[in-house]
């Protein structure tokens, strides 16, 4: 196992660079650059600007300068927000992307699991209906209808939450947003643990562990749940790195100071800086949350082994 | 296993519920968008909200803290580094330059107490309050405001705002780097004697030194942090507050600076200023009584405001227009300005106003918003014209130009992605097919490229702009369609108006001044190289407890002018 992880561990450097040479170039030819605004600025400034970034020099000298820049974690200095460079504005953002995005998952996953196995238990009864019915409306509701709808509800109307905003992050301001992350999570979870629990229950070695008397509550916690967990756990991989690297709407909507919104500013103002630093950082996190499922894979599947 | 199973069910229904109760409420206030009564008043109506008040007749808060929606993150708090409006209002309360200003907008002595002209009005000196002290106790000095200066205009520093000090002698050959920044006619007398020479008679350079680009640094910490000196620990500044406490993307906290000079007369302990740019969470934050003051409210809840928060919702005019320009340096708008001018008659400006955009916004039939100091705004003729009469001269022109119903003129609307720009857009081209058949196809663009676009003067033929004013005079409008500007994106060139703008650079009797600026207006609007459409309102919401608060045109909102009420 540990020569399987050293081996994907190897393996990620090419996937790193590329996704690093890809993002660099692809950023770096959209029209518009980090100091053009409305106001136009004496190209004497310009020509200092670009200087004082390097944005003069021929773009594969760039590349290699932010190449080098990065083998030392050197993100650069942010191009919009002057006062900041990208590690301080990652550093910043990360703990409260990672605490939010975090709990959402673990409350996702738990109430995900228990739904989905009560519903594949109850299959076809109104509870798996109902069940199920409220997942579909998760999924289908997005982020940016639910968020508001939250917030006008128990902020607004009930007054029983902070509309928004972080306080260093007290409980009572973490709730609504915890709640607006996990909830689409919850009913694609319970959807996945249901399905899957549904083809295990129907397979041989339940029908077996049944046939040799055991109680239900054992056939299904210690021989069904495991088996059915998989296709979570896997889903549960790139699930965990985009939710704890932050969603801007969710961000935006309760004035959060996560990581989410870098990603879209930082492309809308050409902070070529900022928005190659959250792209490696999650690049990185996928890679290594990914890593986590298929080692996770062994544990839970007998027959996978490394 | 067993799970009482009947909980279960209900959270669907629970679900539903709270979609059910959260929708009745959006619905509401899109349900009243469709109905108008009239908004052009609005802004008249609440200017005298609770400016009569004074904080000795009334009881103040017992916790004087002010919790201010400001829109977007700053990117910076060093005054020459910053760009854009929510910094400046942070540093309007954190520094102070030379001139100050009452909350109605009129210049009063900052930092400096007082100040002579000379008579050609090309000298100014001033004189540096004895008790101005920076937050660390150090005096206030001449030489501070020098030391500044020059960051500003040196090249390296790359500021943004380093041509508001261009009517400065040698600060435009500093900006490009042809002369040292020590050559800037800005000089310290001794400790709190300034003079500073400009180019020519500048009327407005007092309104000038209201803009935080020209607040002063404290020498000894740039010297020491670098570039770092803005950061809240690092930061040492010279207005009513100081910063103590900058989360990027929560807020930013700033408390009153026991060490200011006028420290005794300000109210406000502590402001928190949010970065808020979601504009429907600032207002929810507000209804939920965490904000006293939205920065700008959702235009589409305009009505919804005016119906439920109407003594809240203050939408003063703002000093800056919205225009759509031509790009008259190719066809089809090059030497054709029959064309345009029957396009710019068609628009129903009114309708526009009123019903697409709301929020109080005034249908613009010049260039120059009103209530600009010392001037009178020019308008086009037919503006006096019932609308029949226009679309009749519209017509004609429009027939002059080659066009008719069965030859149509086919054109592109280019905007910047915005609900409120499209909005705008598909009325324009609504009312320019309805009138003349005219086949406008329109186009948005990432504000990037728009703004690429615009500048090459290539792929546009008509698109939409706006600008804001930095300081309170004509000319900051009058300058941007000067052949020379960078931000003359239709490409206007006209021989006369340049010369008009430059005699009234050098003209030192403002009356005379005056009628020169409104000459060149009035060439200018008669070559339609754009179409006014309209002026700007501020969209704020303020809390009834915030006492003191008046509109005021430049939208300058200084902290230390209000007081929180009990409540």
Redesign the interface.
């Known amino acids: 196992m540990l020569a399987f992880a050293f081996k994907r561990f190897l393996g990620a450097w090419p996937t790193l660079l590329l996704i690093i040479t890809v993002a660099f170039f692809m950023v770096r030819l ?4 980090p ?8 190209p ?2 310009q ?3 670009d200087k ?1 970034y390097h944005l003069d020099e021929p773009l594969v000298m760039q590349y290699g300068r932010y190449l080098w820049d990065i083998a030392r974690g050197d993100f650069g200095p942010s191009f ?5 460079s990208v590690n301080e ?1 990652i550093g ?2 990360f703990p409260v992307s990672l605490r939010l995005g975090g709990s959402a998952i673990l409350l996702a996953l738990i109430i995900g699991v ?2 989905g196995a ?1 519903a594949a238990l ?1 299959q076809n009864s ?2 798996d209906y ?2 199920m ?2 997942a579909m ?2 999924i289908s509701i997005p982020n940016f209808v639910m968020a ?6 128990f ?3 009930l ?1 029983w939450l ?5 306080e260093g992050g007290s409980f009572r301001n973490t709730v609504l947003p915890i709640i607006a992350l996990s909830l689409p999570q919850v009913a694609y979870i319970a959807r996945l643990t249901r399905g899957s629990m549904i083809e295990v229950l129907r397979s041989n070695f339940i029908r077996t562990a049944r046939a040799k008397g055991l109680p ?2 054992t056939v ?2 210690r021989h069904a749940l495991k088996p059915a967990l998989l296709p979570v756990v896997s889903y549960l991989g790139p699930a965990t790195a985009a939710v704890i690297t932050g969603s801007v709407v969710i ?8 990581l989410g ?1 870098y990603f879209v500013q930082g492309a ?1 103002n ?1 902070d070529y800086t900022l928005v190659m630093g959250v792209v490696i950082f999650y690049g990185v996190l996928i890679i290594v949350f990914n890593l986590i499922v298929d080692l996770l894979y062994a544990v839970l599947d007998p027959r996978v082994r490394y | ?1 067993r ?1 009482d ?1 009947k909980h ?2 209900l ?2 229904l629970f ?1 539903l519920i ?2 059910l ?3 009745s ?2 619905n509401e206030s899109s349900q009243k968008s469709g109905i108008d009564t009239g908004s052009g008043q609005a802004n008249t109506q609440q200017n005298t909200a609770s400016t009569s008040t004074e904080p000795g007749k009334l009881v103040l808060a017992k916790q004087q803290i002010f919790h201010r929606g400001n829109g977007s ?1 700053p ?4 005054p020459h ?3 854009g409006v929510p910094s400046s209002h942070i540093q309007r309360d954190i520094f102070e330059g030379l001139i100050g200003e009452t909350p109605e907008g009129k210049l009063i002595p900052g930092a400096a107490e007082r100040w002579e002209i000379s008579e050609d009005g090309t000298v100014y000196t001033f004189y540096i309050r004895e008790n101005a002290r920076w937050s660390n106790g150090d005096p206030v000095l001449a030489s501070d405001f020098v030391f500044a200066w020059r960051r500003l205009l040196a ?2 520093t ?3 705002y ?2 508001t000090f261009a009517p400065v002698l040698n600060a435009e050959a500093i ?3 042809k002369m040292k920044p020590e050559t800037l006619a800005a000089e310290a007398l001794d400790e709190r004697t300034l003079k500073v020479t400009l180019k020519g008679p500048t009327p407005y350079f007092l309104g000038l030194l209201t803009h935080s680009s020209t607040f002063p640094i404290h020498p000894a910490s740039v010297e020491k942090y670098g ?2 000196f ?2 809240p620990d690092n930061l040492v500044s010279n207005g009513a507050y100081t910063l103590s406490e900058w ?5 930013i906290r700033v408390d009153r600076n026991p060490r200011y000079w006028d420290n005794a007369n300000t109210t406000i302990d502590t402001v928190f200023f ?1 970065p ?3 504009q ?2 600032a207002l ?2 507000y ?4 904000l006293d003051f939205v920065y700008e409210f959702p235009i589409n809840q305009y009505k919804w405001l005016k119906e439920n928060l109407p003594g809240e919702m203050r939408t003063p005019l703002y000093l800056g227009n919205y225009y759509y320009g031509f790009n008259v340096t190719k066809p089809p708008f090059k030497d054709n300005k029959k064309l345009r001018q029957a396009l710019s008659m068609t628009l129903d400006r009114e309708i526009i106003a009123e019903k697409v955009v709301t929020a109080g916004v005034v249908p613009a039939y010049g260039w120059v918003p009103r209530g600009v100091y010392n001037y009178e705004n020019e308008e086009y003729d037919w503006m006096s014209l019932s609308k029949e009469e226009r679309l009749a001269m519209a017509k004609k022109l429009y027939e002059e130009a080659g066009y008719s119903k069965d030859n149509p003129f086919t054109v592109e609307i280019r905007y910047n992605t915005s609900e409120n720009h499209k909005k705008v857009a598909l009325a324009i081209a609504a009312m320019w097919k309805q009138a003349l058949g005219v086949n406008a196809k329109i186009l948005n663009e ?4 728009f ?2 676009n615009r ?1 090459q003067k290539q792929v546009t033929e008509v698109f939409r702009a706006g600008w804001i004013a930095d300081y309170n005079d004509a000319f900051s409008f009058a300058e941007l369609l000067h052949s020379q500007h ?2 003359n994106d239709s490409g206007y060139v006209n021989p006369e108006y340049d010369a008009l703008l430059a005699q009234s650079a050098v003209e030192p009797d403002p009356e005379k001044r005056k009628t020169l600026l409104k000459q060149a207006e009035r060439i200018m609007l008669e070559d339609y190289p754009i179409i006014p459409i309209y002026y700007y309102t501020s969209k704020r919401v303020v809390k009834p407890y915030v006492g003191g608060y008046v509109d005021n045109i430049m939208d300058h909102q200084y902290s230390k002018h209000l007081y929180i009420l009990e409540h």
């Open positions: 959209a029209p518009g650059g100091f053009d605004t409305e106001k136009t600025l004496p004497e400034i020509a200092n600007l004082k919009q927000y002057k006062d900041y504005l910043a953002g228990t739904l009560i109850r109104r509870v109902s069940v019915t409220t409306v998760g508001p709808l939250l917030l006008l509800v902020a607004v109307y007054g902070p509309a928004g905003g972080w239900e509550h299904i916690i961000e935006q909507i309760f004035g959060l100071p996560g919104r809308l050409r | 296993m799970i199973l279960i069910t959270i669907p679900i709270g979609l109760y959260g929708c409420g959006e993150e990117q910076s708090l060093d580094k910053s760009e090249p390296e790359g500021s943004y380093s041509q900006i490009q780097g570039d770092k803005s950061r989360v990027v993307q929560s807020h949010y808020i740019e979601d429907s969470s929810k934050r209804r939920a009584g965490e990432e504000w990037k490229v703004l690429e500048k960078g931000i």
